[in-house]
């Protein structure tokens, strides 16, 4: 056995000292790869981003509630009188003015995309003081907060970075009345910096909603106390709302894109992996060639056929590791952290950043060791084959 | 150990080529002793390197039987020829065979890992196989960096090192110049002389057949010939 581990050390030494020896095909098979696992990384890193921002928002001890089949906030309708009954409802926590409850407007408006210099659709949220104590990481970063009963508005980071035209003390026109930026907003990274934010009366009356209202967030006594709400909503006819936690709010919202992004990046990471296979493939054999009279000799000298077999393997896989970790640096340098934005659930755009993560390299260098694994497993059994009669061969 | 190191029986060898059969060798036998340095020639195709390839365990013979120091050998798996090659046979080719990238004493010491020796044991046995082919001071330098007759002399160290009984040589001094093939061929005639070892040499070259103690002519897979060196 220490025998077999001296020759395995051997010859995966040599081959891979040899490695100069086959440079530009070497290299060719570690860009191969290093392309499907920076362009998988991407994919993954867009799909993780996007979850982290839209599923890492919501609160579990925060209830959303909207009309029955409303699958996004923009789709749902409320009356004040639905929103009185609710709020009189068990598990709500209370302050010294009532239950904490926050009744909120979700409207559309048009921004225009730095990006690709087209418009897409911007949410603009009307929500009062109480659904602001109720973000409790809501950070006023430039600026100032808008003031109740006025057409000011605050824009989150997010839509400041990705759209022309909010950056702080901009006038716009929206439902044909004018809106001044007062303030800038993060909310560590969640799906709200993609929003603007208005006191809710003035949205209520210059979008002419009435009395009427998208949402209602209630702040709960604790996470359990959802299902004694949902009790309640029940046995009352005039509500029949539908009430989730935040969390699985958001949650809801973000699988369905991010699967969309999962099943488009790993198809074509598999896709460009057979690519790069048949590129692993080519570069082994060629090395198993060119080193036939090495191997044989090695062979004619006593090595067995496994150290053979696992050195050509093993120069295979340190190519695809190789091209591996390229990639993932590649990814790491041009797609960590840049900012998107997409369609969220709500036909409105979602500003995220991509984002990579220890799991997701770990899952791209599988993938590029399996890459080097296959490619260099058939180049290995012919390895291990070769007659020893090779070695006596001329050159 | 017997007298007899090597002794073949009735060994055939074939070759399906092209869907015909072509016999290299029937029914021959022979005998090779211990101590024994033996040259053998003759033309292109009458079987010298199929012989080698049958002594050297990289062949099996269609039929007969290989005997090695009283053990058969023809019957052994790929593996167990593999072992009884590292334990017994030292081989030097034609064109040295070294490993490009690996310095002469790291060329030195690979059938060494075959052994289980500790590193400091097979660095001695290195420097003591480099020493004798008088390349001690070039331990460090990749073949490349060397002569064609200093390969060769890397190759010789490589084949000694782990002690073999039996030395397969393959045209060992058919790429080198005359000055340099004389050097080469005294020193297999020191190691046959004053370590014992036996060698068998497959050449072309009349003189380098000189260096041997005796010399088999084969012809058709038939020894026609034994010359004896005085």
Redesign the interface.
């Known amino acids: 056995m220490g025998s077999l581990i001296s020759q395995i050390n051997a010859v995966v030494a040599m081959n891979v000292k040899s490695l100069p020896q086959r440079a530009w095909m070497s290299a060719a098979t570690v860009f191969a790869v290093a392309i499907v696992v920076a362009v998988l990384l991407a994919f993954l890193a867009m799909a993780n981003g996007f979850q982290a921002t839209v599923a890492g928002t919501g609160a579990r001890d925060v209830a959303i509630a909207m009309r029955q089949g409303a699958q996004a906030e923009v789709n749902s309708v409320l009356m004040k009188e639905q929103v009185d009954l609710l709020s009189a409802g068990p598990g709500i926590a209370k302050n010294e003015t009532g239950p904490i409850v926050s009744a909120e407007l979700y409207v559309i408006v048009d921004g225009i995309k730095k990006a690709s210099d087209t418009k897409a659709n911007l949410p603009l949220r009307g929500l009062s003081e109480a659904g602001m104590k109720m973000r409790g990481d809501l950070k006023i970063i430039e600026g100032r907060m808008f003031q109740p009963g006025t057409n000011e508005l605050i824009v989150g980071v997010g839509a400041l970075k990705e759209f022309e035209g909010f950056e702080l003390g901009r006038e716009l026109t929206f439902a044909r009345s004018r809106w001044t930026v007062v303030g800038v907003f993060s909310m560590d990274g969640k799906v709200a910096e993609s929003e603007l934010w208005a006191d809710i009366g003035s949205v209520q009356s210059l979008f002419q909603r009435g009395n009427s209202f998208q949402t209602v967030r209630l702040k709960l006594d604790d996470p359990a106390a959802l299902e004694q709400l949902k009790a309640y909503n029940e046995a009352d006819p005039r509500l029949k709302l539908d009430i989730k936690s935040e969390a699985d709010y958001f949650a809801d919202q973000a699988s369905g894109m991010s699967d969309l992004i999962m099943y488009l990046g790993w198809p074509l990471g598999i896709a460009m992996a057979f690519g790069a296979l048949a590129g692993a493939l080519n570069t082994m054999y060629t090395s198993v060639a060119s080193r036939a009279r090495e191997i044989a000799t090695l062979r004619a000298i006593g090595f067995g056929g496994t150290a053979a077999f696992v050195g050509t393997l093993a120069e295979s896989m340190v190519l695809a590791l190789l091209g591996g970790l390229i990639g993932a640096i590649a990814a790491f340098l041009f797609f960590d952290g840049i900012t998107a934005s997409t369609l969220g659930g709500s036909f409105t755009q979602v500003v995220f950043s991509f984002k990579l993560s220890p799991a997701l390299i770990w899952q791209a260098a599988v993938l590029a060791l399996i890459i080097g694994f296959i490619g260099g497993v058939f180049p290995a059994w012919r390895a291990a084959r070769l007659p020893v009669v090779v070695a006596f061969r001329a050159a | 150990m017997t007298e007899n190191l090597f002794e073949l029986k009735k060994v055939s060898k074939s070759f399906v080529k092209a869907k015909e059969t072509i016999s290299i060798f029937e029914g021959l036998d022979m005998t090779i002793k211990a101590g024994d340095f033996i040259a053998i020639m003759g033309p292109s195709g009458s079987g010298k ?1 199929t012989l ?2 049958l002594l ?1 365990g ?2 099996q013979p269609t039929s007969g039987e290989i005997h090695f120091d009283g053990k058969r050998i023809d019957n052994l798996s ?2 167990g020829l ?2 009884w ?3 017994n ?1 030292g ?1 030097i ?3 040295y ?1 070294l ?4 310095s002469a004493a790291k060329n030195v010491e ?2 060494l ?4 020796l500790g590193r400091s044991r097979r660095k001695a046995s290195v420097e003591a196989a480099l020493k004798l082919v008088g390349l001690d001071d070039r331990a460090g330098h990749l073949p490349k960096e060397m002569s064609g007759g200093q390969q060769q002399r890397v190759a010789i160290a ?1 084949a000694i090192v782990s002690d073999p009984k039996l030395m397969l040589c ?1 045209e060992p001094t058919g790429d080198l110049d005359r000055a340099t093939a004389d050097e080469i061929l005294k020193m297999l005639q020191l190691l046959n002389r004053e370590f014992g070892k036996t060698i068998v040499m497959v050449t072309h070259d009349p003189e380098a057949a000189k260096y041997a103690k005796k010399t088999l002519h084969l012809d058709k897979g038939e020894f026609v010939k034994e010359e004896l060196m005085a």
Do not use: I, K, S
């Not at chain 2, 490993?99 to 690996?102: E, H, S």
């Not at chain 2, 890992?113 to 289980?116: A, N, V």
């Open positions: 390197t080698l390839n050297g990289v062949d790929e593996n593999a072992a090659r590292a334990a046979v081989f080719f034609q064109f065979n490993m490009p990238m690996l690979l059938p890992l075959l052994t289980g490589r393959d």
